[in-house]
Every structure is written in C-alpha cells, then in structure tokens.
C-alpha cells in the first residue's frame, strides 16, 4: 500500500494528520526543519505498527526539499497523499514587515508548496491517481495578519492552478481552510481538522470537493 507524505509534520495539523493516515496502515514520510521535531513525530507512530520516515528539510531551500521528495519515495515508494501543512503564522500590519520578510514568509507558506507539487505530481498524474492537500487558513483576509493573509490566498490560487493541471488526470488537489487557531480540546482540534484529510483522499472522483472549511 502506497504511503502519505506530510510536510510541515510538527505538533498541531501535521503530526495529526500522520497519526490519522497511519491509523488506516499507511506508511508516512514526515518531513520538518529540526530532527527533534520529525523524530517525536515518528516516535508518536511506533504503536500503530506502521513505518515512519522521518526527514528533515527548510521547505524554502528548493534543493535540500526536493531531496527529502526524492528520499521518501526511495524509502517508502511514491506516495498516494501528500500533505503541505508548513506555514509561518504571526501578526503583522501593513507596512510592518520589509520586502524580505515577505518574501521570506510567502517562500513557506506558498512556494514551497508550488515546489513539493512541481516534484510529485506529475507522477502522480502519470500513475493516474493521487491527492494533494494544502493546509490553508483566513477565510476572511484580516488587517492584522497581513503576510498570513497573503500567503493563504495564495495557497487558494495555487490549489485552484493544480487542480485545472493535474485534475483531469485524477489527481485530487484541495485545501483544508483553518478558520482560527489550532488547539486540542477547541473547536479547532488538530485531530478533528485530521479527519478532513483521510476524507479528502477517499472521496470518489465524481464527489471531489477543493475547499473544506472548517
């Protein structure tokens, strides 16, 4: 059974929706900036019984992430699910932040995942199956969070692009929309905000939805 691939796999969304693939057998590719972070993750795994790669990468160094991609598939085979949940979350107003700090932030929450699918779809569109899953958020574009506000639209534009590119050939491109902060025991439990991604991937082609909002 082909695995999933989570990048942005940290406390929160990412290591949430690793434990919900891997209930269901999959084996999962974590991929991090910092070892303690994936190696908790697939610690977290091992009573599941299945297998987990953990694999460090700044998704904004296009070489050293396309890297970890190329390692994930050698170890565990090309992935049915991908999930991009990396993002830089913080309050900045307009005119706070400088160009580069933009740019830095746009790199994580947008570009990088433009990069993960430029590396993994094709494939997946080639073997005809596929889903690819970007954590989104602000439903509403708010002042005091502009970066964030910026990046998020962005990851609608992108969705939208992969969808229109890699649909027709069966890969299932969509977001999961975040609508406030992320804490176990809220009505924003990553592990409910989980179960949207293991029905994402399971959704029968005729029933494909691209934006779930939770």
């Known amino acids: 059974m082909a695995g999933a691939l989570v990048i942005g796999a940290g ?25 303690e972070t994936v190696t908790a993750g697939a610690e977290s795994l091992a009573s599941l019984g299945v297998r987990a790669l953990p694999l460090t990468a700044d998704v904004t160094d296009e070489t050293r992430l396309r890297a970890a991609l190329d390692t994930a598939v050698a170890e565990l085979g090309a992935p049915d699910a991908v999930v991009y949940n990396a993002a830089v979350i913080r309050p900045d107003a307009v005119g706070e932040l400088p160009l580069r700090a933009h740019l830095d932030t746009y ?41 964030l506000s910026l990046g998020k639209a962005g990851v609608r534009a992108l969705v939208e692009l992969l969808d229109t ?27 409910d905000i989980a179960d949207h991604y293991w029905r994402l991937h399971t959704q029968p082609r005729g029933a494909w939805e691209r934006e779930v909002l939770h």
């Open 165 to 191: 590119e890699y649909g027709p050939s069966g890969v299932h491109v969509a977001t999961v929309t975040v609508g406030g902060a992320v804490a176990p025991g809220t009505a924003y439990d990553p592990d």
């Open 11 to 35: 406390p929160g969304i990412g290591q949430a929706v690793a434990r919900r693939f891997a209930r269901e057998g999959l084996p999962v590719a974590l991929v991090a900036r910092t070892k």
């Open 107 to 147: 790199a994580v929450n947008v570009l990088g995942a433009l990069t993960t699918a430029a590396h993994l779809l094709p494939g997946m569109a080639a073997r005809g199956r596929g889903t690819f899953v970007v954590t989104g958020g602000m439903p509403e574009m708010k002042p005091p969070y502009v970066s």
